[in-house]
């Protein structure tokens, strides 16, 4: 914090504290109704979960029962101190009574904020008071079936299912993995059963059966992707029994800024295979490998003309050309090497910038074969780069505008069939051209941005994409638009089939669906204003139980790479000989691995945390303060378990008698983009008042220095630095250096922004589509839904022909006959029906009821639960293959809308506006197809909806499902000897009804 945040903090006050401040009434509150808790028996105290249930009935509030509630939590966790279970395998002594900062931390997370709460402080006990609090409240569901069951008199009621139906709303956690999630949940579970709560745990691999079983308990335990997945599969569940979540009502989420934020770059999808697969990946990899190649030797001949040029002199040239030599390969070793010294960065830095001022920096890219943006991600291909990938076809590159290419074709001398011919040659060939390029792009960017061990690592033959945040695999997750079988490709392993969405959310708009969200994690702060702007929450900082004492050294800059890690190396070798447990963190799998091997070479035994090795990384992590242990994690793998320090190296000496700081050392390798990842890696040491220290260690070739930095830091490294191998080391810089990391949070924090200003405009598809599909489902309503559909769907088809404002003798009856049959699979005779009507409007009126009496005398021969049966699944097999081709149509249109902006037009209003029309097509388009299944399909016997329709579908007429309408035999599907003569015209459905009890007509009589 600068001179002038500190001068406001002491004139105004820090809003942090005084809130803490302001809690210590409820705490005293909360200890003193726990010392009254010591006096009765473990029934009475098992007893207050019912009596708290009974209040909330009465009126009482949960703010109101908060003092009471928290300090039964409290009291229970006293009155099982000593007592052993087994926790994931292992038996834990239960050893924990909330103190007063977990106190706060619990009355933060149950007015729905995020508590900052430091590594070690006890956040999976502070959890328990507000799950538990929450979890009192009752299920609507339950409650409307307890008043019929139990009466009006709330203190005879029993609190126990009824009917299958759980009594509490039920409230879930959220952790960053199954081991977390299974542990805490058998960690904490005898404390919730004592009780009087269930708890349950979701896990990968479960059946609907046991995960509506887990969901049906007070307490949930599960990661975020279970919950959201299970979300996903519940409104793609073809039968209300496959269904297993339940209310949104209350979720606190531990290491909520990993899940939250980091993770909430990546949407949640549920994908299946393409109907056509195109991709040429492996056609292609070779020839772009050769460009890539190529580019390699073109670099190495510029960045040699630099070094020339800056010996000589010509510093400016210099600069230019290495600037030159870095669009074409940002990592390339003899560019790497020149970047080590500052004077050389500061004038690429000075060449960048004026060339951005002016706009003219994509004229560096003159004879490249293609330019890299690492920022941006992106590869452009250029004309000479174009032709040495196609050169016995010039053209290969050039994709003509396909409207002047047909209108060029309506002009020529064609019969109608080779002008077809033709049309369908244009359309295959811009398609063609359109994925080769596509196929190119990708794969220059797989072998140019995505680097094995960094961004992704290889496990059985399979591409799996590493958590940046984390560290942590994702198996199962794929790069989409193609890039995924483009590393594929460039690895040479097998390329697995394409994928189309079929079912998608965002992280932020499953959580914002709940009633009450809140979060707790060690570094929340820095990220206050995303968690206020997307998700409608304030952070609370809670302070630590006992002062951190932790020393955090300023950070070490060093030239290269080389000199940073043999520094890094030697810092370990120091303190490993002293005893010292010391934890390493990497930003990446390839930086771990290396360091393994240096350390070997030293014969230094250590443990690596990994993609590549992060099964046992609870364990790991827990050994990890033991005296002389070394441990190398990848982005803080293993958060959410404690490092305890083995009380033999809480203070260390050396022999010249200068102490090292005691406890657990950390050392940071690289910067992390956010601080956040920086924070949590510094976390880890100085837990609960421990001893300990941290320093990281850069290098001026490390990304952040090289995407990020800026000439002032640049200045001020080439002033600091004095000979090689000595390290730069100031206040100064480490500041400068967060400057830096906030410029990239804020790019990214955009980035999020964007992701979820696109998912919004889906979001509010999706929930219309889900409602109606959930109707469906229960079949709520849905008969007169079904009639309505039915009614206007023939109305609108009959339009065309019988159109408002038009004469008898403009009515083409053919056409209305063709659409009835098109719409129900039956013949309708409509030989001279025209003559009775002269207003168009009445013979629609009169056609639809002809459909409508169609209906009904379908549903008397087939019965109603059959009728009800094929209803249900001909909505929904027409909502989800109509939903799955908005989604794929939804995908291409968001890929190429960027480029509207080059029309001065906002990319996301248009994307807004053309949604908007594909969805007005798509629910037209469900209307029609639901209404021809149920009308024309005849199925033999009760519906599977799980497989489709079990009986054969036939052309019907009235008398029997085997006869053949076009035959004509039996009555045909007009059935005029039943219409009834009216006196008075038609009552609209939508009429008020004439019976007088003010209800619409479908809603009264009408039914």
């Known amino acids: 914090m600068g001179k002038i945040g500190k001068l406001f903090k002491k004139l105004l006050g820090d809003s942090q504290a005084k809130l803490m401040k302001s809690l210590e009434p409820l705490v005293d509150q909360i200890n003193s109704n726990c010392q009254q808790l010591e006096s009765i028996s473990d029934e009475e105290l098992k007893n207050k979960t019912p009596e708290f249930r009974i209040r909330l009935l009465q009126g009482e509030t949960l703010d109101d029962l908060l003092p009471e509630a928290f300090a039964v939590v409290k009291e229970v966790c006293r009155r099982n101190l000593g007592v052993s279970w087994d926790v994931s395998g292992?038996?834990?002594?239960?050893?924990?009574?909330?103190?007063?900062?977990?106190?706060?931390?619990?009355?933060?997370?149950?007015?729905?904020?995020?508590?900052?709460?430091?590594?070690?402080?006890?956040?999976?006990?502070?959890?328990?008071?507000?799950?538990?609090?929450?979890?009192?409240?009752?299920?609507?569901?339950?409650?409307?079936?307890?008043?019929?069951?139990?009466?009006?008199?709330?203190?005879?009621?029993?609190?126990?299912?009824?009917?299958?139906?759980?009594?509490?709303?039920?409230?879930?956690?959220?952790?960053?993995?199954?081991?977390?999630?299974?542990?805490?949940?058998?960690?904490?579970?005898?404390?919730?059963?004592?009780?009087?709560?269930?708890?349950?745990?979701?896990?990968?691999?479960?059946?609907?059966?046991?995960?509506?079983?887990?969901?049906?308990?007070d307490i949930t335990y599960g990661t975020n992707s279970e919950f959201g997945f299970d979300y996903l599969r519940d409104n793609m569940a073809v039968r209300l029994e496959?269904?297993?979540?339940?209310?949104?009502?209350?979720?606190?989420?531990?290491?909520?800024?990993?899940?939250?934020?980091?993770?909430?770059?990546?949407?949640?999808?549920?994908?299946?295979?393409?109907?056509?697969?195109?991709?040429?990946?492996?056609?292609?990899?070779?020839?772009?490998?050769?460009?890539?190649?190529?580019?390699?030797?073109?670099?190495?001949?510029?960045?040699?003309?630099?070094?020339?040029?800056?010996?000589?002199?010509?510093?400016h040239g210099a600069a230019t050309l290495y600037l030159k030599a870095r669009r074409g390969a940002p990592k390339h070793r003899r560019l790497a090497k020149a970047m080590r010294d500052p004077d050389r960065v500061a004038a690429v830095k000075r060449i960048e910038g004026e060339r951005l001022r002016e706009k003219n920096i994509h004229l560096l890219d003159e004879g490249l074969l293609f330019a890299i943006d690492e920022r941006e991600k992106s590869v452009s291909v250029s004309d000479r780069g174009r032709k040495l990938l196609s050169p016995e076809d010039p053209d290969f590159f050039l994709i003509t505008d396909i409207g002047d290419d047909m209108a060029e074709l309506e002009v020529q001398d064609l019969s109608a069939q080779e002008k077809l011919e033709k049309k369908k040659q244009i359309y295959e060939s811009h398609s063609a051209k359109a994925e080769a390029l596509h196929n190119i792009d990708q794969l220059l960017k797989a072998y140019q941005l995505y680097e094995k061990d960094v961004e992704y690592v290889l496990d059985e033959g399979r591409v799996v994409i590493v958590d940046q945040f984390t560290g942590r695999p994702m198996p199962g997750r794929r790069f989409s638009d193609g890039l995924h079988e483009a590393l594929e490709a460039k690895e040479n392993v097998e390329i697995?089939?394409?994928?189309?969405?079929?079912?998608?959310?965002?992280?932020?708009?499953?959580?914002?669906?709940?009633?009450?969200?809140?979060?707790?994690t060690g570094t929340a702060e820095t990220e206050a204003e995303e968690f206020g702007s997307i998700y409608n929450v304030d952070v609370a900082v809670v302070p630590t139980n006992r002062p951190v004492i932790r020393v955090d050294h300023n950070d070490r800059v060093y030239a290269s790479k080389r000199e940073k890690y043999g520094a890094i190396i030697d810092e370990i070798a120091r303190r490993h000989?002293?005893?010292?447990?010391?934890?390493?963190?990497?930003?990446?799998?390839?930086?771990?691995?290396?360091?393994?091997?240096?350390?070997?070479?030293?014969?230094?035994?250590?443990?690596?945390?990994?993609?590549?090795?992060?099964?046992?990384?609870?364990?790991?992590?827990?050994?990890?303060?033991?005296?002389?242990?070394?441990t190398i994690a990848t982005n803080m793998a293993g958060r959410g378990t404690d490092i305890k320090i083995a009380g033999e190296v809480r203070e260390i000496s050396i022999p010249d008698g200068n102490d090292l700081e005691g406890g657990l050392f950390v050392i940071g390798t690289e910067r992390h983009e956010s601080r956040r990842i920086d924070r949590q890696l510094r976390g880890r040491s100085g837990r609960q008042g421990d001893r300990g220290g941290s320093r990281f260690y850069l290098s001026l070739e490390d990304d952040l220095f090289r995407l990020f930095a800026s000439e002032k830091i640049i200045d001020f490294l080439k002033k600091s630095q004095?000979?090689?191998?000595?390290?730069?080391?100031?206040?100064?810089?480490?500041?400068?250096?967060?400057?830096?990391?906030?410029?990239?949070?804020?790019?990214?924090?955009?980035?999020?922004?964007?992701?979820?200003?696109?998912?919004?405009?889906?979001?509010?598809?999706?929930?219309?589509?889900?409602?109606?599909?959930?109707?469906?489902?229960?079949?709520?309503?849905?008969?007169?839904?079904?009639?309505?559909?039915?009614?206007?769907?023939?109305?609108?088809?009959?339009?065309?022909?019988?159109?408002?404002?038009?004469?008898?003798?403009?009515?083409?009856?053919?056409?209305?006959?063709?659409?009835?049959?098109?719409?129900?699979?039956?013949?309708?005779?409509?030989?001279?029906?025209?003559?009775?009507?002269?207003?168009?409007?009445?013979?629609?009126?009169?056609?639809?009821?002809?459909?409508?009496?169609?209906?009904?005398?379908?549903?008397e021969k087939l019965g109603d639960q059959l009728v009800l049966d094929l209803e249900k699944w001909s909505v929904l097999s027409s909502i989800d293959a109509k939903w799955r081709d908005h989604l794929y149509a939804l995908d291409h249109l968001k890929s190429g809308i960027g480029l509207r902006a080059y029309a001065q037009r906002d990319p996301l209003v248009e994307y807004k506006k053309e949604a908007f029309g594909m969805f007005e097509e798509l629910l037209d388009g469900v209307d029609k197809q639901a209404v021809r299944q149920i009308l024309s399909l005849w199925p033999a016997s009760k519906i599977q909806r799980q497989q489709g329709p079990a009986g054969r579908a036939v052309h019907p007429g009235l008398r029997s499902p085997t006869g053949d309408p076009r035959s004509g035999a039996g009555k045909n599907a007009e059935g005029r000897q039943q219409t009834v003569k009216r006196d008075e015209g038609k009552v609209g459905r939508n009429d008020l009804c004439p019976c007088g009890s003010g209800k619409k007509y479908k809603r009264c009589c009408g039914t």
Not at 270 to 284: F, L, P
Not at 286 to 291: C, G
Not at 501 to 506: K, P, R
Request: net charge negative; charged share 25%; proline share 3%.
């Open 90 to 217: 292992h038996p834990a002594e239960w050893n924990m009574v909330p103190y007063d900062v977990q106190l706060k931390g619990g009355i933060v997370l149950h007015r729905g904020m995020i508590t900052e709460m430091a590594t070690g402080e006890g956040k999976t006990l502070v959890a328990v008071l507000p799950m538990y609090l929450n979890g009192l409240e009752l299920n609507p569901e339950w409650k409307e079936k307890a008043v019929p069951e139990y009466g009006e008199d709330y203190s005879k009621w029993v609190f126990e299912p009824i009917d299958g139906i759980p009594v509490g709303a039920g409230t879930h956690l959220v952790t960053v993995n199954d081991y977390l999630a299974l542990r805490d949940a058998r960690w904490m579970g005898p404390v919730y059963e004592y009780m009087g709560f269930s708890i349950g745990c979701i896990q990968g691999g479960m059946t609907p059966d046991q995960r509506r079983e887990q969901y049906n308990c």
């Open 242 to 315: 496959q269904r297993v979540q339940r209310n949104y009502h209350y979720a606190i989420v531990d290491e909520v800024d990993s899940v939250l934020i980091d993770e909430a770059r990546t949407p949640l999808i549920i994908s299946g295979a393409v109907a056509r697969n195109r991709n040429r990946y492996n056609e292609y990899r070779s020839i772009v490998a050769r460009l890539v190649r190529k580019q390699v030797e073109l670099v190495n001949s510029i960045a040699a003309d630099a070094d020339d040029l800056w010996s000589s002199g010509d510093h």
């Open 496 to 520: 697995r089939n394409e994928t189309q969405t079929l079912a998608t959310i965002t992280i932020q708009n499953y959580f914002r669906m709940y009633s009450k969200l809140a979060g707790m």
């Open 577 to 630: 000989s002293m005893g010292q447990p010391l934890l390493v963190g990497t930003v990446s799998v390839e930086v771990s691995e290396l360091l393994s091997k240096l350390l070997k070479r030293r014969k230094i035994i250590h443990s690596v945390l990994n993609a590549k090795h992060h099964q046992q990384e609870a364990e790991i992590i827990t050994r990890a303060g033991q005296k002389g242990s070394v």
């Open 722 to 859: 004095e000979k090689e191998g000595e390290p730069i080391e100031h206040a100064l810089l480490t500041k400068s250096i967060e400057q830096a990391q906030k410029r990239v949070e804020q790019y990214h924090f955009g980035i999020r922004k964007h992701l979820l200003e696109y998912d919004d405009v889906v979001n509010r598809q999706r929930e219309v589509i889900y409602e109606r599909r959930l109707q469906a489902l229960t079949g709520d309503g849905l008969e007169e839904e079904i009639r309505d559909m039915i009614e206007a769907v023939t109305e609108h088809g009959l339009m065309e022909f019988i159109p408002d404002d038009s004469q008898p003798h403009e009515w083409n009856m053919e056409g209305a006959a063709v659409s009835l049959r098109d719409i129900s699979g039956a013949v309708f005779k409509l030989d001279g029906i025209e003559k009775k009507y002269t207003n168009a409007e009445e013979l629609r009126l009169k056609l639809v009821e002809l459909v409508m009496d169609y209906y009904g005398k379908k549903k």
